[in-house]
């Protein structure tokens, strides 16, 4: 489904617009967390739009989080790996998933319960280690079996993921930035873990700030911040942000249930 945001200009004016550098557009796809199925479907609009209104230059943004929480965390990354869509190019924001996950297994498998409780046992599971095994194991034996089920190939792709990318006006991060701080000072836990700090701010950030993270009840546009993260792996909603000069819509794939 796409839809289209339009503002009115009332008095006193809005500051300037934010915009996506000339000739050049972004979609920012939000948080997926394994829901293979919905990451498709969005690929595929994205794919068409792409084909319907050429441009010079398109990206494809992920905004961290492919993983955890839905069934298909090992789908997800193998078909990122190896998508190549014949007129955009792909970038990865790793998100606080995978950062945990990658800490965790190279050399601090203190990360590995914390992320199991959060999501994790779903991408364990996706990658073949029984549920009933992961109850019983402590870290040490968590991280082999991990090693073991994981190919490197995985990890090394995960672990290859950006701190944050800069697209015009808009700055695409996972989480958010912490408000007051220079962007090149900001911390990447904070770039993956902020909440309340950055989403209650209504500071002018000196640029846009396009995000996951946090789930929303509906996409947050402001004028300092756009958020994405509608919730895939509960919702069954997948949003991406199309940017392109100073427009902004957004286009999602939904999973629709039909009643028996």
């Not at 200009?9 to 557009?25: I, T, Y």
């Not at 190896?82 to 498998?109: Q, S, T, W």
């Not at 000072?185 to 873990?193: A, E, G, K, T, V």
């Not at 895939?232 to 902004?248: I, M, Q």
Request: proline content about 5%; overall charge negative.
């Amino acid at each position: 489904m796409l839809g289209f945001l339009s503002k009115s200009v009332e008095n006193p004016p809005l500051p300037r617009r934010a915009s996506a550098p000339p000739k050049k557009r972004a979609y920012a796809i939000g948080d997926v967390h394994g829901r293979l199925d919905l990451l498709e479907d969005l690929l595929q609009q994205i794919e068409r739009d792409i084909g319907e209104r050429p441009t010079k230059s398109n990206h494809i943004i992920f905004l961290g989080d492919l993983i955890d929480r839905g069934p298909s965390s090992r789908g997800v990354i193998e078909k990122l790996m190896d998508y190549k869509p014949a007129h955009a190019k792909c970038h990865f924001i790793m998100g606080n998933h995978e950062e945990a996950l990658v800490r965790g297994l190279r050399g601090e498998p203190d990360q590995l319960d914390g992320w199991l409780k959060h999501g994790g046992d779903a991408t364990a599971e996706s990658y073949g280690i029984d549920q009933a095994y992961l109850r019983r194991q402590g870290n040490e034996a968590l991280e082999h079996a991990l090693i073991s089920a994981i190919p490197d190939r995985h990890v090394e792709f995960m672990a290859g993921f950006l701190d944050r990318i800069q697209f015009g006006d808009y700055l695409m991060v996972h989480a958010g930035i912490r408000p007051g701080i220079p962007i090149e000072d900001q911390h990447p836990s904070d770039l993956r873990w902020i909440r309340r700090e950055f989403l209650d701010s209504q500071k002018d950030h000196g640029f846009v700030i396009v995000h996951g993270h946090t789930v929303e009840p509906e996409i947050s546009n402001q004028l300092n911040r756009i958020g994405i993260d509608t919730g895939a792996y509960d919702t069954g909603v997948l949003t991406a942000v199309r940017l392109e000069g100073e427009d902004v819509c957004f286009l999602q794939a939904r999973q629709y249930c039909e009643a028996d």
